[in-house]
């Protein structure tokens, strides 16, 4: 098959590459120069895992190209629309501009028969808006929405072995056109669910209001553990041993970030309360509290192990990105402890192996180091906040030897407390005794 894709970030610089990887002709369209400069010389402009194999793979065999002009995209059979719908600054509605800007520069591009494809995560109700614009611009071309699930770290795995497709479509030749393209993962056994554009639709925010719901259910039983002396790890293993929870996602910790999660549940309520249905999701209100809450409660653990104030004491922060094996930086739980505690007056040296330049340009007043050993020289305090391989692997030991003071939040509940402990250091986890 031919293929565009529009917007080559995070989602759709591994979907185009995974799908020259699949066999189809792939071009990549994006409005940002440098993305596409990059992408084109085999570079991917991010940290994925994975990523630079394929798209060194697929640019050389000439099945992936790059351009910054729509127009290259009017050869493909299909073209999925895999642009940004970030948070509107100041609501929690999503941004939709992007969406409607790419959709309308493919418009006068579209081939007879073409397929425009949704990857985006957008409000119930876009894609009927979309394709009735379609119906009056290009009715040669139709619509289907095919909402992406990959988690930044694992985005080529995900993309190439999905755990389902969902196809939202309304004629049959749009899930046809799909299936052809997704060929390998459905013989291999991948569920498809072939449904309705809303359906598709609410099925993305569905699934990550879930997950959210999840992570800020076990930070709120983190906050009861910690008022009654009981141990949320524990908790999470015991009540995740049973099927029908799971002990994915329930690691209790500095919550949860990044790009997609926190924007999402916020559109979602926002789009309820564009429905009149504010009521029925008033609980994603209190998912996004306690999950902010989350970040206080570091912050405040922070300033009393250092006896009440944080004011010229040095801190070492552990991790700048909102997950390790991603280099993203969006909203960013680890940032903002790092922010918060540099607000208080500490001498904040965050540390990351992967995040430091968008770190840099998000908040250049913070000082940051590439080296654990620096951060952690001569600090009063060590703040675990984005639990890389590295930082799980520390010793206590031999980290007790750099610092000033043995004191350390670990914001992620992946370090041993015994061993910590035993090597003199105050230990403090979130629900963890
Ligand atoms: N990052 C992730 O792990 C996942 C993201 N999503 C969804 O995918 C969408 C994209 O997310 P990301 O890739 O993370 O965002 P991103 O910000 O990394 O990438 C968006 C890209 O679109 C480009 N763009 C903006 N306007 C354009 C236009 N008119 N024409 C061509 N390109 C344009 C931007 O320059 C940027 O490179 C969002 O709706 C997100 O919720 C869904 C699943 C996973
Ligand atoms: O829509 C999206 O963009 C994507 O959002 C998430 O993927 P991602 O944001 O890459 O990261 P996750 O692995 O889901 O982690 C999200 C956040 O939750 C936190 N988290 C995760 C699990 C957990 O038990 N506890 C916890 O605090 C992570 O540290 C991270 O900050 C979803 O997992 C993907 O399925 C979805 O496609």
Redesign the pocket.
Known sequence: MRISV????????VHASAMAELGHQVIG????ER?IAALAAGRPP?YEPGLPEILASATASGRLRFSTD?ADAADADVHFL?????QVPGSGAADLS?VD??FE?LLPHLGEGALVVG????PVGTAARLASRLRADAPHASLAWN??????GF?VKDTLEPDRLVYGVAADHAASMLDQIYRAAIEAGTPRIVTDYATAELV?VAANSFLATKISFINAMSEIADATGADVTALADAIGHDARIGRRFLNAGVGFG???LP??IRAFTARADELGLGDSLGFLKEVDAINLRQRQRVVDLAIEALGGSAFRKKIAVLGVTFKPESD?VRDSPALDVAVQLKGLGAEVVATDPEGLENARLRHPQLDYTSSTHDALRDAELVVLVTEWREYRALDPEEAGRLVAGRRIIDGRNVLDPVAWRAAGWVYRGLGRP
């Open positions: 529009i917007g080559c970030g995070y989602l759709g610089a369209i994006d409005v940002d993305k991010f729509i895999a642009v940004g719908t970030p992007y800007a790419a520069s990857k985006s995560t957008v909402p992406e699930f990959l988690r930044e985005a993305k990044g790009g997609c924007k999402d993203d």
